[in-house]
């Protein structure tokens, strides 16, 4: 290939979801991957389009429930101690981020990405060729007694004000969604426009095909820092305008460029049971547990919660553990033998919002990272945003909310 228009560095469903669509606008792409498409956390997550998850994890809500579960290094949310005081910046600016006002400015912008990629998903799947991969079977949010329930109201009145179609559902009325719950479980709510995939490493995969027949070059080397021209990676320097894709290591990439961004590393684990016939409908959502259950190609993912841990620990995976026994509790008949487990990364800014726009000081760079939870929701937006802007094209949204300027003015 010569030299390429744009360089995508990172090999996942958002960087692949960038270089297609920047070839759909006539660019042409290499990206560059340290192990490849689909090694990280795009391999590993519950495969939702959550578009209806348009409240920040930095809320008041997290912060009044973020002591009772620190306490509880196997609970939703956990930061081991030696890592503490590392994360201690980062938490303070998490906590400016759940104040009320904040909360509101982040929620108006995360709906706005939400719809774009509610907007945006079914298009970029046909123009792919992978629209079978899609499952339209909701999403089913499950509480334990009334007070949980109760407790959760601000959230869906605030979705209802976002437009996001739900229904509340009692008692026996739930087994009509997903029958073989715990009794425990009194109260729910579903979300019929919570879509998934397949199988998200299938799906990831599917993309980079796509890339390399579209005549796209994926390239396995480290990406090491930014030059004048370009960036400077394991396999020779490469000139070209650069996106930064590289999810929880893209950090350390702006550091190179004069840029710090305070990206944390929000640690997922899951454990994926083979198919034993349980009959499960849709993903269903424990939230007061931290985790989810989803129906995969690749069988049953039990998997979530939080452990702001970093990128060099070892794995604790009694935290996946610890999900997969509450699962046996809740869906009484799962069988819950012959798991793989597995650990991820994903990349989280403190006020929940991505970085996507011109890194500071380099309009030839720009970022696309930082979704957190969100990075295959979220994906066909980024792309877009990304390509009108790779394009001279003004986006669709006010991107001005996941500006990387936003860290650099702060004090």
Same mark, same amino acid.
Request: proline share 7%; charged share 20%; aromatic share 8%.
């Given at each position: 290939?010569?030299?390429?228009?744009?360089?995508?560095?990172?090999?996942?469903?958002?960087?692949?979801?960038?270089?297609?669509?920047?070839?759909?606008?006539?660019?042409?792409?290499?990206?560059?991957?340290?192990?490849?498409?689909?090694?990280?956390?795009?391999?590993?997550? /519950?495969?939702?389009? +959550?578009?209806?998850? *348009?409240?920040?994890? =930095?809320?008041?809500? @997290? !912060? %009044?429930? #973020?002591?009772?579960?620190?306490?509880?290094?196997?609970?939703?949310?956990?930061?081991?101690?030696?890592?503490?005081?590392?994360?201690?910046?980062?938490?303070?600016?998490?906590?400016? /981020?759940?104040?009320? +006002?904040?909360?509101? *400015?982040?929620?108006? =912008?995360?709906?706005? @990405? !939400? %719809?774009? #990629?509610?907007?945006?998903?079914?298009?970029?799947?046909?123009?792919?060729?992978?629209?079978?991969?899609?499952?339209?079977?909701?999403?089913?949010?499950?509480?334990?007694?009334?007070?949980?329930?109760?407790?959760?109201?601000?959230?869906?009145?605030?979705? =209802?004000?976002?437009?996001?179609?739900?229904?509340?559902?009692?008692?026996?009325?739930?087994?009509?969604?997903?029958?073989?719950?715990?009794?425990?479980?009194?109260?729910?709510?579903?979300?019929?426009?919570?879509?998934?995939?397949?199988?998200?490493?299938?799906?990831?995969?599917?993309?980079?095909?796509?890339?390399?027949?579209?005549?796209?070059?994926?390239?396995?080397?480290?990406?090491?820092?930014?030059?004048?021209?370009?960036?400077?990676?394991?396999?020779?320097?490469?000139?070209?305008?650069?996106?930064?894709?590289?999810?929880?290591?893209?950090?350390?990439?702006?550091?190179?460029?004069?840029?710090?961004?305070?990206?944390?590393?929000?640690?997922?684990?899951?454990?994926?049971?083979?198919?034993?016939?349980?009959?499960?409908?849709?993903?269903?959502?424990?939230?007061?547990?931290?985790?989810?259950?989803?129906?995969?190609?690749?069988?049953?993912?039990?998997?979530?919660?939080?452990?702001?841990?970093?990128?060099?620990?070892?794995?604790?995976?009694?935290?996946?553990?610890?999900?997969?026994?509450?699962?046996?509790?809740?869906?009484?008949?799962?069988?819950?033998?012959?798991?793989?487990?597995?650990?991820?990364?994903?990349?989280?800014?403190?006020?929940?919002?991505?970085?996507?726009?011109?890194?500071?000081?380099?309009?030839?760079?720009?970022?696309?990272?930082?979704?957190?939870?969100?990075?295959?929701?979220?994906?066909?937006?980024?792309?877009?945003?990304?390509?009108?802007?790779?394009?001279?094209?003004?986006?669709?949204?006010?991107?001005?909310?996941?500006?990387?300027?936003?860290?650099?003015?702060?004090?």
């Amino acid at each position: 290939m010569k030299t390429p228009d744009v360089i995508v560095v990172g090999a996942g469903v958002v960087g692949l979801s960038i270089a297609l669509s920047a070839q759909a606008r006539g660019l042409s792409v290499r990206v560059i991957d340290r192990a490849g498409p689909a090694a990280g956390a795009s391999a590993g997550n /519950a495969g939702a389009f +959550a578009f209806s998850d *348009v409240l920040p994890l =930095a809320s008041p809500g @997290i !912060m %009044r429930q #973020a002591p009772k579960w620190l306490l509880d290094p196997l609970g939703p949310l956990s930061v081991p101690v030696g890592y503490a005081p590392r994360i201690a910046p980062w938490m303070w600016r998490f906590w400016r /981020a759940s104040r009320p +006002a904040q909360v509101r *400015v982040s929620t108006v =912008a995360q709906v706005a @990405i !939400m %719809r774009l #990629a509610a907007q945006t998903l079914e298009p970029f799947l046909d123009r792919s060729g992978l629209s079978n991969m899609l499952r339209r079977e909701g999403q089913l949010q499950v509480y334990e007694g009334a007070r949980e329930f109760q407790a959760s109201l601000p959230g869906w009145r605030a979705r =209802a004000e976002a437009g996001v179609e739900f229904r509340h559902l009692q008692g026996d009325e739930i087994a009509d969604y997903q029958p073989g719950l715990s009794p425990r479980f009194t109260h729910a709510a579903f979300t019929p426009h919570w879509f998934t995939i397949d199988d998200p490493k299938d799906y990831t995969v599917a993309l980079a095909d796509l890339v390399r027949a579209n005549g796209g070059e994926i390239t396995i080397a480290e990406a090491q820092a930014l030059t004048p021209d370009g960036i400077a990676t394991s396999a020779g320097d490469m000139t070209g305008r650069v996106v930064l894709a590289a999810g929880a290591h893209s950090h350390r990439l702006t550091r190179t460029g004069g840029v710090r961004i305070p990206l944390e590393t929000e640690r997922g684990y899951n454990t994926t049971l083979p198919d034993n016939g349980f009959d499960l409908r849709c993903q269903v959502t424990f939230g007061g547990h931290g985790f989810v259950v989803s129906r995969l190609r690749s069988g049953l993912r039990v998997g979530g919660a939080v452990e702001l841990g970093g990128l060099e620990r070892a794995p604790n995976y009694a935290r996946a553990d610890a999900m997969l026994n509450k699962a046996a509790q809740f869906l009484p008949g799962l069988d819950i033998t012959g798991g793989t487990q597995w650990m991820g990364f994903r990349p989280s800014l403190p006020d929940s919002l991505p970085a996507i726009g011109p890194l500071p000081g380099r309009a030839d760079v720009f970022c696309a990272f930082g979704h957190g939870h969100l990075g295959l929701t979220q994906s066909t937006a980024t792309a877009d945003i990304v390509a009108d802007l790779l394009t001279g094209q003004t986006p669709k949204i006010d991107i001005t909310p996941f500006s990387p300027a936003r860290f650099t003015r702060q004090t």
